[in-house]
């Protein structure tokens, strides 16, 4: 299985749910690859934030080798599943969808904490503070690796 994270930016909460969940599957040893990119392309390039590099750190996970990256459609073929951080997000991936099997790959990471429910990961830097947004996003990858156990 091939997981993307996306959020707008590609430098404070999809590099994190990406180091998050490659940390657990390679805990779990499940053949999965995980990968992130933003809807934005802004910051082409760069290392994530580095308040999400010192959360991530503080709990043992390294998401300094990650360079941001904008979402290509491409992806849709690269990837099994698409997780995106908020509505926003998820509207911009679902325009760039080309077929129904390329929509279907397209959830809300927290609708694996919250099902149905469309939650938002906020922007950690303005709302939900980096501690917040790394511990929503912990539970949500521990429940994708859950569900992939069932
Ligand atoms: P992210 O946060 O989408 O969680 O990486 C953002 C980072 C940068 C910008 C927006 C969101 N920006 O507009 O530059």
Redesign the pocket.
Known sequence: MKILMV????????PLAHGILESKVAVANLPWTVDSA?T?G??NGEAPHRESISVAKANNVDITKQVSRLFVQQDFDDFDLILT?DTSNYRDIMRLARNEEDKNKVKMILNYVYPGQNRGVP???YEGGFDGVFNMLNEACDKIIERQKD
């Open positions: 959020c707008l930016g590609n430098i404070c909460r999809s933003g934005s802004f910051h951080m922007d950690p830097y």
